[in-house]
Every structure is written in C-alpha cells, then in structure tokens.
C-alpha cells in the first residue's frame, strides 16, 4: 500500500515562501509521475505541478515561474517550493503520485497553505 504524507504548509504574507514535502512510503522510481495538485474552497482539484520519472515537467500557468517541483530520490520525497506567494495561491495541496500501466493514482492527505494579503 503506497502511503504518501505531506508536510510544510501553513500560514505566510503575500509575497512569502514556504516548501511543501511530500514523502513516499516506497521508492519513487516506481511511480510514472508525481505532482501537486490544490483545492481551493468551491473549487475544482486542479494540477500545480507535475514531475515524471524520465525528468519532465508540467505547471500551471498561474505558478510558473514562482513554484517549483523536485525530487529527492535516496529520501523518497518530493518538493514544491514556492515562492512570490499570493492570496489567490491559498488551497489545500494535495501530493499524488501514479504508477503503473494502469495509471494507480495515489494521493496524500493534503495540507493547508494559507497567504495572507
């Protein structure tokens, strides 16, 4: 059973950074992909970043250039840094992680980032 646990969100001004961890109960080389997705309240889960096994990246429009993903493969763990917070990046984020022919979509529980103005 693939666990993954996040960690690093919480309170930050406008213009602030914070580092989300997301840490996989196995190796990571056995995922196709991992990514952050947030939800915002009254909003649609939607992708943030996307990181895949072969090194390619994929990022919302709203956070490229502020937010980026990496990896750390001897911790089994996964990054999100972000920086020039806004309000509007307030959400709870989400670490998922897929594997296999299938597609498996595994997620984490989620942390809250809140930025305040």
């Known amino acids: 059973q693939v666990q993954l646990v996040e960690s690093g969100g919480g309170l930050v001004q406008a213009g602030g950074s914070l580092r989300l961890s997301c840490a996989a109960s196995?190796?990571?080389?056995?995922?196709?992909?991992m990514g952050w997705y947030r939800q915002a309240p009254g909003k649609q889960r939607e992708l943030v970043a996307e990181?895949?096994?072969?090194?390619?990246?994929t990022y919302a429009d709203s956070v490229k250039g502020r937010f980026t993903i990496s990896r750390d493969n001897a911790k089994n763990t996964v990054y999100l840094q972000m920086n020039s917070l806004k309000p509007e990046d307030t959400a709870v984020y989400y670490c998922?992680?897929?594997?296999?022919?299938?597609?498996?979509?595994?997620w984490g529980q989620g942390t809250q980032v809140t930025v305040s103005s």
């Open positions: 196995g190796s990571i080389f056995s995922f196709n992909a």
């Open positions: 998922n992680a897929v594997r296999g022919l299938l597609r498996e979509n595994y």
């Open positions: 990181l895949t096994s072969g090194g390619s990246t």
